[in-house]
């Protein structure tokens, strides 16, 4: 769950509208928890509320991870959220206002805590290399792999309105912004895998450490068996890639052992 509880400022609210935008609230929380049939596992919010600290205790006792996110907190807050339970950053390094004081600032604040994990879009459109290749030495293990997908990933270019942001633009390289402010980014037109062959493609790290960023890691942080990955006992989740001239492609894909997508069916 990714808002409403976040940065009403410019900038950190990236493409959410600010009229949703409010303190977070455990009695909504709850309300929305049971019309998800208590499927909601993770929140991004912004420590920056005052209700955060509360919210995010209660929220860990109940067994749903709390991630740091569209945020203008200050190093005091993200402190506090950190003591207070939150054990993730969201997309570290969007949802950011475009120019930050030298420090301090909160994108350094995130990487200081030893306790928080980091995902990141590595899609060459939301970060540089240099910066995935900065978060990745100094969270390591704790660094994940996100697409932060919407519903266009893999559509055609071109104009289409949609629940957060309205009309974006997807360009022909696989660009989403908003239409009136292409410095505004609408989440992402891309896969996955696309951001394992970023990764690989720009040295950033060698294939299977991309691919276990985007895989086991992300279970291991969420605490589900998948993170076992591929040995006796585990879930038989697999995806089967094929080598192409530029990286890789999915040729199957297995769910508790059977087969739901074979490509070319």
Not at 49 to 61: G, L, S
Request: charged letters at 25%; aromatic letters at 6%; glycine letters at 10%.
């Amino acid at each position: 769950m990714e808002g409403p509880f976040i940065s009403c400022q410019d900038g950190p609210r990236g493409a959410h509208a600010k009229e949703h935008v409010r303190p977070p609230s455990w009695d909504e929380f709850c309300r929305l928890q049971e019309v998800a049939e208590g499927e909601i596992k993770m929140i991004t919010l912004s420590p920056e509320w005052q209700e955060a600290t509360d919210f995010i205790k209660r929220a860990v006792q109940s067994g749903v991870k709390i991630a740091i996110g569209h945020t203008a907190a200050n190093s005091e807050q993200i402190a506090e959220a950190v003591h207070a339970g939150a054990t993730l950053s969201t997309h570290l390094g969007n949802g950011a206002h475009p120019e930050l004081p030298r420090h301090p600032n909160y994108l350094w604040d995130q990487l200081a805590e030893d306790e928080l994990w980091a995902s990141v879009i590595a899609d060459g459109h939301h970060l540089p290399e240099s910066v995935v290749k900065t978060v990745h030495r100094m969270k390591m293990r704790k660094m994940i792999l996100i697409s932060d997908s919407v519903a266009l990933a893999g559509m055609k270019p071109g104009t289409y309105q949609t629940p957060v942001g309205g009309e974006v633009t997807l360009t022909s390289d696989g660009k989403l912004h908003l239409s009136e402010h292409e410095e505004l980014l609408a989440g992402s037109a891309s896969h996955l895998l696309d951001g394992v062959k970023h990764c690989v493609q720009k040295g950033i790290m060698e294939f299977p450490e991309a691919w276990c960023r985007a895989s086991v890691q992300p279970a291991k942080y969420m605490g589900v068996t998948q993170e076992k990955g591929i040995q006796i006992g585990a879930p038989a989740d697999l995806v089967v890639l094929r080598t192409v001239t530029n990286g890789w492609e999915v040729e199957q894909t297995y769910k508790g052992g059977e087969e739901v997508f074979k490509k070319g069916e």
